[in-house]
C-alpha cells in the first residue's frame, strides 16, 4: 500500500463493490447533522441585537487515564455529549496520566484563554487536592477548579440507571428485598476526606434503592469487594450487587465487577445524568468568589 492509495472505508458496500442503496443517505445525513451543529454553535455566540457574545471560559474534562482503551473512547463520548448540551462552550479534555492529551499539554495548547478544570473523579483525593490544582498553577493562566463529582445525587442517579440495566429490579417483593444489597465498589484513596465521600454516596443510593449499600474499593482502603459480599452473605444478604463507582472502564473496575457474585453494573460512562453534573460542576465553579492569587476550587 501506498501514499497514493489510501485504505478506504469499504463496509458500506455490497458483494461486488457496489454501495448499498442507504449508504449516500447516510453519509448525506451524517454531514447535515454535523454542518447544523457547527452552525448552532456559532449562532449560539451571537446576540439578538447581532453583536457577538463573549467566548465562556473552556470546559476541560480532567480524566484520569487508563491503559484499557475503552476509557478513551468513554471519556471522549462524554465531552461530545457536553458539547451537545452546551453548544456555544469550547470543551476540552486533558489526563492526569496515561492517556493524551496529558493535562498540562491541553492547558498549554487554551494559551492565556480562561478555564474550568472539571475533574472526572469522584471525591476528594490527592488528584483532585494537588495534581490538579498545581497543574492549573503551572499553566500561569486564568484556570478555575471544579469541585469533584461526587458526592452528587446525578451520580446515584447515573448508579441507579446502570444497576437497572444490568438486572436489578425496579419493584422487588419484601422478599427480594430483604435478601439484597449492593457493594458500592471505587477506587480507593489513602485520604479520609475520599472514604467520607464515598461513603454518602452509598448512604444515598441505599435510600434511594431501599436495600443496604456497602462501600468496597479496588486498592488503597478497606474493606475489598469480595470481602464485602462475604460480610453481607453473613448477614443473609445473598443477592448482592456490584455497583461500579467508576467514571470509565478499566482494570480497577474489571477486577471488582468479576467478584460479584450476582449482577455487576456497568461504569458510569456518558450517561445523560454524568452530562448534566459535568455542567453543573463547570457552572458552580465559575458561580464561586474568586480568590485573588490562587485558582478556585469550588465546593461540594
Not at 9 to 20: I, T
Not at 94 to 120: F, K, M, Q, R, Y
Request: aromatic share 2%.
Amino acid at each position: 500500500m501506498t501514499a497514493s492509495n489510501p485504505p478506504r472505508d469499504e463496509s458500506h458496500l455490497r458483494p461486488g463493490g457496489r454501495p448499498h442503496r442507504g449508504a449516500h443517505l447516510d453519509s448525506t445525513a451524517q454531514l447535515m447533522n454535523r454542518i447544523t451543529s457547527q452552525l448552532g454553535s456559532q449562532l449560539s455566540l451571537v446576540s439578538l441585537d447581532g453583536t457577538r457574545r463573549p467566548v465562556p471560559p473552556a470546559l476541560v474534562l480532567v480524566a484520569h487515564g487508563s491503559r484499557d482503551p475503552r476509557a478513551l473512547a468513554t471519556v471522549r463520548t462524554l465531552a461530545e455529549r457536553v458539547r451537545e448540551l452546551r453548544p456555544h462552550l469550547p470543551v476540552q479534555l486533558g489526563h492526569i496520566e496515561l492517556n493524551e492529551p496529558l493535562l498540562p499539554d491541553t492547558l498549554a495548547s487554551l494559551g492565556d484563554g480562561p478555564s474550568v478544570l472539571v475533574p472526572l473523579l469522584l471525591g476528594r483525593g490527592h488528584h483532585v487536592k494537588r495534581d490538579i490544582p498545581e497543574a492549573a498553577a503551572a499553566a500561569r493562566a486564568h484556570t478555575r477548579v471544579a469541585a469533584p463529582l461526587g458526592p452528587h445525587p446525578l451520580l446515584v442517579e447515573t448508579l441507579y440507571a446502570r444497576l437497572v440495566e444490568a438486572g436489578w429490579r425496579t419493584a422487588p417483593s419484601d422478599a427480594q428485598r430483604r435478601a439484597s444489597a449492593v457493594v458500592l465498589a471505587a477506587a480507593g484513596s489513602r485520604d479520609p476526606d475520599s472514604a467520607v465521600d464515598t461513603r454518602r454516596t452509598a448512604q444515598l443510593l441505599a435510600e434511594r434503592l431501599g436495600v443496604p449499600v456497602v462501600p468496597a474499593y479496588a486498592s488503597a482502603a478497606s474493606p475489598t469487594v469480595p470481602a464485602a459480599v462475604r460480610a453481607l452473605a453473613a448477614r443473609g444478604r445473598h443477592r448482592v450487587a456490584v455497583a461500579s463507582y467508576f467514571a470509565a472502564p478499566g482494570r480497577f473496575a474489571a477486577e471488582c465487577a468479576e467478584a460479584a457474585p450476582w449482577i455487576a453494573a456497568a461504569p458510569l460512562g456518558a450517561h445523560p445524568a454524568m452530562v448534566r453534573l459535568v455542567v453543573h460542576r463547570y457552572d458552580q465553579a465559575l458561580a464561586a468568589p474568586e480568590p485573588a492569587a490562587e485558582p478556585a476550587l469550588a465546593s461540594a
